[in-house]
């Protein structure tokens, strides 16, 4: 019996395929620009910054593919009041963007929704096949109690949480539940940033790790300087920059830590027109 034991251990060694516990997908990660605002105050991205200092910012999806998956994490934004708000420039509606990485809308096969402000949820209607991922308590505070008197909506577009609610009913929201879920093969959610009411940031397994940060990070500025990032609420910093140095851990250097919109991600990587190349196919 032992001799047998032995030999199929040897065998699934020695043997491709074998394995109990499979090996996860080999993913490339592309970050994709769809517009940039430019003279963005840097105090409000970086707790504490100057309150004069200002910086051109980048708007970005990011697209992990993979194990049979082309997955996005956020979905950038489209509607009209939006633009409003800031001033964007050299805008590309997110369903067009994909297109330059490859990829045609009705492709992308899952969204990962970081938060649900409107220039990370307001694209989820753009990607017909998609199945959408958010924070449980995320979609429930915003789908609910934010609309509510003493809620907090700030930036949250009604038509978003309104079209989360129709996903549900079709069957294609997933509910994330907390913090260190693997959501996908080698793709794990994180929480604690608290950007929002219960934002999340990614993991992407593989050789090497990259964490995808969103605007729990906004900028390489806010990792190097050990400042928070704009969070749900003020009491919430401390938690911001934990979160932060966690990143840093998971990804193995700060240098695999993917902030939310600062344009050096498209110097600090190999970049062709709105695409960088952070890890590319093998």
Same mark, same amino acid.
């Given at each position: 019996?032992? =001799?047998? +034991?032995? =030999?199929?251990? +040897?065998?699934?060694?020695?043997?491709?395929?074998?394995?109990?516990?499979?090996?996860? &997908?080999?993913?490339?990660?592309?970050?994709?620009?769809? =517009?940039?605002? &430019? *003279?963005?105050?840097?105090?409000? +991205?970086?707790?504490?910054?100057?309150?004069?200092?200002?910086?051109?910012?980048?708007?970005?999806?990011?697209?992990?593919?993979?194990?049979?998956?082309?997955?996005?994490?956020?979905?950038?934004?489209?509607?009209?009041?939006?633009?409003?708000?800031?001033?964007?420039?050299?805008?590309?509606?997110?369903?067009?963007?994909?297109?330059?990485?490859?990829?045609?809308?009705?492709?992308?096969?899952?969204?990962?929704?970081?938060?649900?402000?409107?220039?990370?949820?307001? *694209?989820?209607?753009?990607? &017909?096949?998609?199945?959408?991922?958010?924070? @449980?308590? @995320?979609?429930?505070?915003? /789908?609910?109690? =934010?609309?509510?008197?003493?809620?907090?909506?700030? *930036?949250?577009?009604?038509?978003?949480?309104?079209?989360?609610?129709? +996903?549900? /009913? @079709?069957?294609?929201?997933?509910?994330?539940?907390?913090?260190?879920?693997?959501?996908l093969p080698g793709i794990r959610a994180y929480t604690g940033g608290h950007h929002t009411f219960a934002?999340?940031?990614?993991?992407?397994?593989?050789?090497?790790?990259?964490?995808?940060?969103?605007?729990?990070?906004?900028?390489?500025?806010?990792?190097?300087?050990?400042?928070?990032?704009?969070?749900?609420?003020?009491?919430?910093?401390?938690?911001?920059?934990?979160?932060?140095?966690?990143?840093?851990?998971?990804?193995?250097?700060?240098?695999?830590?993917?902030?939310?919109?600062?344009?050096?991600?498209?110097?600090?990587?190999?970049?062709?027109?709105?695409?960088? /190349?952070?890890? &590319?196919?093998?």
């Amino acid at each position: 019996m032992k =001799a047998i +034991l032995l =030999a199929a251990s +040897l065998f699934a060694i020695v043997c491709p395929g074998v394995s109990a516990q499979p090996m996860n &997908p080999t993913y490339s990660i592309y970050a994709i620009r769809y =517009a940039d605002s &430019p *003279g963005f105050a840097v105090a409000d +991205l970086v707790m504490g910054a100057p309150k004069n200092e200002k910086i051109d910012i980048v708007f970005v999806i990011w697209l992990i593919r993979g194990g049979g998956h082309n997955i996005l994490l956020d979905s950038g934004f489209h509607r009209e009041r939006w633009f409003k708000e800031l001033p964007i420039k050299n805008f590309v509606r997110p369903d067009e963007a994909v297109k330059l990485a490859g990829v045609q809308p009705e492709e992308i096969t899952d969204i990962v929704i970081s938060h649900a402000h409107w220039d990370h949820m307001g *694209g989820i209607d753009l990607f &017909p096949k998609a199945t959408v991922w958010i924070q @449980e308590e @995320e979609f429930r505070y915003y /789908t609910g109690a =934010a609309w509510q008197p003493g809620g907090d909506h700030d *930036g949250i577009d009604p038509d978003d949480a309104q079209y989360l609610v129709r +996903l549900n /009913t @079709e069957g294609r929201l997933r509910l994330v539940n907390g913090d260190n879920v693997e959501i996908l093969p080698g793709i794990r959610a994180y929480t604690g940033g608290h950007h929002t009411f219960a934002s999340q940031y990614v993991l992407v397994e593989g050789q090497p790790n990259f964490v995808l940060a969103s605007d729990n990070d906004y900028l390489y500025r806010n990792l190097q300087s050990h400042m928070a990032s704009a969070t749900f609420t003020d009491d919430l910093w401390s938690a911001n920059i934990k979160n932060q140095e966690r990143m840093i851990q998971l990804a193995g250097s700060a240098e695999r830590v993917v902030p939310g919109h600062d344009p050096l991600e498209f110097q600090k990587f190999p970049t062709r027109g709105r695409v960088a /190349t952070m890890k &590319p196919p093998q």
